[in-house]
């Protein structure tokens, strides 16, 4: 148990340098790992909307990749068409129904909300999120805090640098329809939200920007390498 907490933290002092894109923020996986050797996809549609200086929304797609490394852990990966990001999971506590995750990683991507500034719009923003999950039989629950924060460079030439940080949490719930064929089918149904605080960098005469910001997500994962599994 010890070693486990000790790679956690490795995990996330390391997220630090890491990043993850605007709509890469929802969490749409269980606490609890994917088995060693097996690997868990997933397609989804995330949206986000957020205040500052006006009111903004966006909505991308997504998919989702798990692998499992054993002992508590496993890899995820996740592309949109905003981003790519990585993230490490690991499982601090089980007991029944109830399981408990930290997980922290990061990407690199471009942010739709250009308020900030005219041209291009890049960021580069690792994360940090907590799992609590109740599992039944056919219906889970989980939700925890989510914390996210980086650079952000807008600007025809990003030569405008922000510090961007977002603090909230998410809940969601997933569903088990129990198709005989893909029986480890989930849908998953999130809500994220928080407050979401842009301060520029260097004196250039702008100002800070501060805003909620909410990010509804729906998606369906299956695993691949598994009896019922696609291959």
Known sequence: MRARLALL???CAASA???SGCASLSVVQDAEPVPKGQVRGGLGLGGQVQGGREVQGFLVPQIDARFGLGDGFDLGARLTALDVS???????YRRDAVAVALAAGGGLGGDPFSSLGEGRTFQAMGKLLAIVQWRGPRLS???GPVFAFGPLFTGEGLDTPWLQVRAGGFFGFGLLPGHARY????LFFELQGGVLHRQPVGDGG????????FAPTVAFAWNWFAPGGIW
């Open 141 to 143: 629950v989980r939700g």
């Open 86 to 92: 990585l993230d490490v999971k690991g499982l601090l």
């Open 206 to 213: 702008l100002e800070p920007e501060t805003g909620p910001w």
């Open 17 to 19: 340098g890491l990043a």
């Open 9 to 11: 933290a490795s995990i």
């Open 183 to 186: 029986p480890d089918l989930t």
